[in-house]
């Protein structure tokens, strides 16, 4: 037993329940996993040489504490051109350590002790962490799959309290995919700014979206001085371990998250920065490239997941589906777990992304469809040895 006492905070916080699949599956042979919220694809050429080329050249000091100039210029260029939102790169962009430590920031700046935070279920494993380290109280708002896990603004009503000052938003949504439209945005905006709320909207997927258009929360009428958008290079880009993230928001709020950024990292990788940079100015091709297999990997999964007799809706967005288990007869951590075991292929267990997630499990389809196609073949006989399963009548599904 330690002689010291820790934070009683972070002693009583949860390890990821993410982790414990993960680490199991890395001691097993012939896994295939579609846990990994990670691009299979490499970061292309021309950004890796443009972070070569930077070393050579002696780029190795420090930037300035919000990012290179160069950089957050052509973030700024991108959002409006991409979103029509319009930011200063001088006064209103913080390039980050990732978009979860612009979330971290973003929370350590708004937060005094005992603001409430309301976070949609399910949401991903750090949302709600980070929340209490920031010495604000999480309040989780459930969605249902009945619902295609989008936001009820009834039932966000009835979560308001004298307490809350924030609402922490993941569009498209991990795990789920849902994408919000546009229609949605815009009456959860007469709500925000009801209550004069924050939105913290974490944008991260914005790029992988598949069906209809994608609507910023800041470009919604009125909800930019109400925004802190959280954008980054790692699902777009494929630029998982360059640890690039984006903030941008008023003047106001960045001038001050910059104090927390400053203190805590100094700045973002510069090797980082320059390639992000190229990523920027010439990377639309591959970002399209991309999308379009993402695209291809979602139909399949769904079309076959449904084929097997489980239920699930078609995400809009990113790159999870979120089918239910429910008639499998077993808990969410109870089939991640078997499946594993038996087939060897790792999913993640819905009740690790909220309570109202139990009875789901999370696929990614950010693996190749030759491996998709192994996975589900080898998640059809699974459930044929479940004797509790009752496969759902495939003329009850709905799906766009």
């Keep these: 037993m330690s002689k010291f006492t820790l934070s009683n905070t972070v002693t009583t916080l949860q390890p990821s329940g993410i982790r414990k699949f993960f680490d199991l599956a890395a001691s097993m042979d012939n896994v295939i996993s579609l846990g990994v919220g990670e691009p299979d694809f490499v970061t292309p050429w021309n950004v890796r ?25 052509e973030v700024s260029r991108y959002f409006s051109k991409k979103f029509d939102v319009h930011y200063d790169p001088n006064e209103e962009l913080i390039i980050t350590v990732g978009a979860s430590q612009g979330i971290d920031i973003a929370l350590r700046t708004i937060l005094n002790p005992g603001d409430e935070v309301i976070v949609i279920d399910p949401c991903f494993v750090s949302y709600a962490p980070l929340v209490s380290l920031a ?117 106001e709020i960045i001038s001050h998250m910059l104090k927390v950024h400053q203190y805590a990292i100094m700045c973002a990788p510069t090797m980082s920065q320059h390639a992000a940079v190229e990523a920027l100015r010439n990377g639309e091709h591959d970002v399209e490239a991309m999308r379009r297999s993402y695209m291809q990997r979602r139909n399949y999964l769904v079309s076959s997941l449904q084929e097997n007799g489980l239920s699930c809706h078609l995400p809009g967005g990113a790159f999870y589906v979120f089918p239910s288990i429910q008639n499998t007869g077993l808990t969410s951590e109870e089939f991640a777990e078997q499946l594993l075991l038996k087939e060897r292929v790792a999913v993640v267990p819905g009740n690790v992304f909220g309570d109202c997630g139990e009875g789901f499990i999370r696929c990614s389809y950010a693996t190749s469809l030759e491996q998709l196609i192994e996975a589900t073949k080898r998640i059809g006989r699974f459930l044929q040895t479940l004797p509790t399963f009752q496969p759902v009548n495939l003329t009850k599904i709905e799906s766009k």
């Design 49 to 73: 040489e443009a972070s070569i080329y930077s070393l050579e050249t002696g780029h190795t000091a420090y930037t300035s504490n919000a990012g290179l100039f160069e950089l957050r210029d």
């Design 135 to 251: 010495g604000g109280v999480p309040v989780h708002l459930a969605t249902t799959g009945e619902e295609e896990f989008k936001i009820n603004l009834q039932a966000l009503k009835k979560k308001i309290t004298p307490k809350t000052k924030a609402i922490l938003l993941c569009n498209p949504n991990n795990p789920t995919g849902t994408l919000l439209e546009k229609e949605l945005l815009e009456d959860l905006a007469i709500f925000v700014k009801k209550h004069n709320l924050i939105v913290i909207s974490d944008e991260i997927y914005a790029e992988l979206v598949y069906d209809g258009e994608y609507t910023s929360f800041a470009k919604i009428d009125g909800m930019r001085d109400h925004t802190i958008l959280i954008s980054g290079f790692s699902k777009t880009f494929a630029m998982t371990g360059w640890r690039l993230g984006i903030v941008a928001a008023p003047s």
